[in-house]
C-alpha cells in the first residue's frame, strides 16, 4: 500500500494488533508505519491517513531534518565504522566514509556493488601472487549463512560471502587464499594446508578469529 503527499509516493506499513486506536508514525527510511486494530481495512486506514495528510506531512518533514544530523554508526565497510545517513535520495551517495542512502534496500544494493568491486581488487592481488599454475577464477559474490567462501573448479570460480565485505580485509584475505589453494589440492590435506600457509603465513590465528 502506498499513500501520496505533494506527488511523492510512500510505503505504508501496515501492523495490526489488538489495539483501539490507530497510531501513526515515520521510519527512518521515510516509511509511513500504521499500527491499528485488526479489523481495520485498507480503505479504512487510507481514509483516516487522508483525513491526517497535513499532520503526516508534519512528521515526514521533521523526520527528514532530525535525518540531517542523524548519522548511523552500526555498519562497517572492510572492518571500519561506516556511517550511514537516511535522506530522501534516488541513488546511493558516498563520501568521506559517509553513505546516504534512502533506505536499507538501497544500502543492501550498495553494499553487493561495494563487495564486488573491492573483492575484485583483493582476488587479483592474491591471484598474482600465486606461483602455482591456476586458473583466474570467475567472482561470484552471495550472502551465504555457513560459508566464507565456495571454489568450483567445473566453472573456475569462487564464491565470497557478501559479509566478508564488513570484515577486516586479513580475512578477505585468508578466504581468498583459502579458496585459490583449493585449485592447487582440491580437498584439506597437509598439502593444501601447507599452500594456504605459504601464502598467508598467520592463517591459523586469522582462521580461528573468523570463527568467533
Do not use: Q
Request: aromatic letters at 12%; a positive charge.
Amino acid at each position: 500500500m502506498r499513500f501520496c503527499i505533494d506527488d511523492t509516493y510512500y510505503e505504508v506499513l501496515i501492523e495490526k494488533k489488538n489495539n483501539k486506536n490507530l497510531y501513526i508514525r515515520i521510519t527512518d527510511d521515510f516509511k509511513i508505519k500504521v499500527t491499528c486494530p485488526k479489523l481495520y481495512t485498507k480503505l479504512i486506514i487510507n481514509k483516516i491517513l487522508e483525513e491526517n495528510k497535513i499532520s503526516i506531512k508534519k512528521m515526514l518533514d521533521k523526520k527528514k531534518k532530525e535525518n540531517i544530523n542523524k548519522i548511523k554508526e552500526d555498519n562497517l565497510l572492510l572492518g571500519k565504522s561506516l556511517n550511514v545517513l537516511y535522506k530522501d535520495v534516488k541513488k546511493p551517495l558516498f563520501k568521506d566514509n559517509i553513505l546516504i542512502v534512502k533506505d536499507d534496500l538501497m544500502k543492501d544494493k550498495w553494499y553487493k556493488k561495494k563487495a564486488i568491486e573491492l573483492f575484485k581488487i583483493y582476488l587479483d592481488e592474491a591471484y598474482f601472487v600465486f606461483d602455482e599454475d591456476i586458473p583466474y577464477p570467475k567472482l561470484k559474490v552471495r550472502l551465504m549463512k555457513t560459508r566464507w567462501g565456495v571454489c568450483n573448479k567445473k566453472d573456475d570460480s569462487v564464491t565470497l560471502n557478501l559479509e566478508l565485505i564488513k570484515k577486516d580485509p586479513v580475512f578477505l584475505n585468508y578466504v581468498i587464499v583459502h579458496e585459490l589453494s583449493h585449485f592447487v589440492h582440491f580437498d584439506h590435506s597437509k598439502a593444501f594446508w601447507s599452500t594456504v600457509e605459504k601464502y598467508c603465513p598467520d592463517y591459523k590465528n586469522v582462521r580461528k578469529k573468523l570463527k568467533e
